[in-house]
């Protein structure tokens, strides 16, 4: 029988489980609502997804270069301990080829695509079931160049911060390194100030020129004051105006055009940034770990 929209959407909210998953169930099941929910607890997936709604905070980011194509992604878990874990590792790494190659344009999109023997999300579920702990991929952007530019990639921390660059006109991938190295360690948060939205601008004059009266300043100094002031917040969010951590003479635009390229883009991603994590302490999860909660 044709399964509807409506079935396959029930069928999500009831057990947590993927849409092709629960599609599958139900096809496989003629439509039977209960006998698909038992359809997936019996191959693994309702034990995925009852674990939906924990947080997943920990995990890593992955980078990956293949030709004129770069990657950077983050998979997250709930645990420290399973990021370092091997097949927790291996999964990243399916996810990630099978993600290079197909190009998706979106997580919903790339958990559809092939891998291994199925798709990334029946992957992401298949190791929910294994490792014991909720699984998720969070994030993702594909980077492209041409054959005389070059990508730098740069992790730390085993992967708790990844950074990938594009530097065009350049083929030195050392010298974009050295510039992912330097966003890893300051954090910009923008590659110019083309980047910064007008609104974020207008709040920091606003707030700069509330200081500046406050100091007693005249009016008349105080615009010349806020142009000032604000060049230097833009030096501080702005990755081309930061002086580069190696040559602190050198701005990070400096830097890279006395090497004859170009910074066009870069991308950061840190583990768990901007999600709420639970508070467990330290014997807590060790339990957690031991229960195979």
């Given at each position: 029988?044709?399964?509807?929209?409506?079935?396959?959407?029930e069928l999500r909210e009831r057990t947590g489980?993927?849409?092709?998953?629960?599609?599958?169930?139900?096809?496989?099941?003629?439509?039977?609502?209960?006998?698909?929910?038992?359809?997936?607890?019996?191959?693994?997936?309702?034990?995925?997804?009852?674990?939906?709604?924990?947080?997943?905070?920990?995990?890593?980011?992955?980078?990956?270069?293949?030709?004129?194509?770069?990657?950077?992604?983050?998979?997250?878990?709930?645990?420290?301990f399973v990021a370092k874990n091997e097949k927790?590792?291996?999964?990243?790494?399916?996810?990630?080829?099978?993600?290079?190659?197909?190009?998706?344009?979106?997580?919903?999109?790339?958990?559809?695509?092939?891998?291994?023997?199925?798709?990334?999300?029946?992957v992401i579920n298949n190791g929910i079931a294994?490792?014991?702990?909720?699984?998720?991929?969070?994030?993702?952007?594909?980077?492209?160049?041409?054959?005389?530019?070059?990508?730098?990639?740069?992790?730390?921390?085993?992967?708790?911060?990844?950074?990938?660059?594009?530097?065009?006109?350049?083929?030195?991938?050392?010298?974009?390194?050295?510039?992912?190295?330097?966003?890893?360690?300051?954090?910009?948060?923008?590659?110019?100030?083309?980047?910064?939205?007008?609104?974020?601008?207008?709040?920091?004059?606003?707030?700069?020129?509330?200081?500046?009266?406050?100091?007693?300043?005249?009016?008349?100094?105080?615009?010349?004051?806020?142009?000032?002031?604000?060049?230097?917040?833009?030096?501080?969010?702005?990755?081309?105006?930061?002086?580069?951590?190696?040559?602190?003479?050198?701005?990070?635009?400096?830097?890279?055009?006395?090497?004859?390229?170009?910074?066009?883009?870069?991308?950061?991603?840190?583990?768990?940034?901007?999600?709420?994590?639970?508070?467990?302490?330290?014997?807590?999860?060790?339990?957690?770990?031991?229960?195979?909660?």
């Amino acid at each position: 029988m044709a399964i509807t929209a409506s079935q396959v959407k029930e069928l999500r909210e009831r057990t947590g489980a993927g849409m092709m998953d629960c599609k599958k169930a139900l096809e496989a099941t003629n439509g039977d609502m209960d006998a698909a929910i038992d359809y997936l607890r019996e191959n693994g997936i309702a034990k995925a997804a009852k674990k939906a709604d924990r947080i997943a905070a920990e995990g890593i980011t992955y980078l990956a270069v293949e030709g004129n194509k770069g990657l950077v992604l983050e998979i997250n878990s709930e645990t420290d301990f399973v990021a370092k874990n091997e097949k927790f590792l291996d999964l990243v790494k399916v996810v990630a080829d099978a993600i290079l190659a197909n190009e998706p344009k979106s997580v919903e999109e790339a958990l559809t695509v092939s891998a291994g023997e199925g798709t990334v999300e029946s992957v992401i579920n298949n190791g929910i079931a294994t490792i014991g702990e909720k699984l998720s991929l969070r994030r993702f952007e594909i980077l492209t160049k041409s054959d005389n530019d070059s990508f730098g990639t740069y992790s730390h921390m085993g992967g708790r911060i990844g950074v990938i660059t594009l530097v065009e006109g350049l083929t030195d991938e050392e010298v974009a390194k050295d510039v992912a190295m330097h966003v890893a360690a300051l954090n910009p948060k923008y590659l110019d100030e083309t980047q910064v939205p007008q609104e974020e601008l207008e709040h920091e004059k606003k707030v700069l020129s509330e200081q500046a009266l406050n100091e007693g300043k005249p009016a008349n100094i105080v615009e010349k004051m806020i142009v000032g002031r604000l060049n230097k917040y833009l030096e501080e969010i702005c990755l081309v105006k930061q002086k580069f951590v190696k040559d602190d003479s050198l701005t990070v635009e400096k830097f890279v055009a006395s090497k004859g390229g170009k910074l066009t883009k870069f991308v950061r991603y840190e583990v768990g940034e901007g999600i709420e994590k639970k508070e467990d302490n330290f014997a807590e999860e060790v339990m957690n770990q031991v229960r195979g909660n």
